[in-house]
Nanobody, 115 residues
Framework: QVQLVESGGGLVQPGGSLVLSCTAS????????MRWYRQAPGGERELISH???????YFADSVRGRFTISRDNVNNMVFLQMNNLKPEDTARYFC?????????WGQGIQVTVSS
């Protein structure tokens, strides 16, 4: 079955960096747009970045200039490099693989930005 597994989260101080990874299995990875969402406590899940099959990227205004996204189609992985983290980046981060037909989700991983 399809699995998306996030890793790399944790506690970081403001101004710090983290790299989130998502490893996919059970799907033809290079057929999917890969996305990162996040959901803060009490908030809605929001799209923060995506990378298409052709490696076009999108970033939400809240993270543009601080986050970058990349994908490794050989190892079925997508990465979210997060720099200059702020307390408002604290959330659970979710990996998503999307096609015209179906979306798959990971379980999410917590990122906490606090001094």
């Amino acid at each position: 079955q399809v699995q998306l597994v996030e890793s790399g989260g944790g506690l970081v101080q403001p101004g710090g960096s983290l790299v989130l990874s998502c490893t996919a299995s059970g799907l033809k990875f290079d057929d999917y747009v890969m996305r990162w969402y996040r959901q803060a406590p009490g908030g809605e899940r929001e799209l923060i970045s995506h990378i298409t099959i052709g490696r076009s990227t999108y970033f939400a205004d809240s993270v543009r200039g601080r986050f970058t996204i990349s994908r490794d189609n050989v190892n079925n992985m997508v990465f979210l490099q997060m720099n200059n983290l702020k307390p408002e980046d604290t959330a659970r981060y979710f990996c998503n693989a999307g096609s015209a037909i179906i979306d798959y989700w990971g379980q999410g991983i917590q990122v906490t930005v606090s001094s």
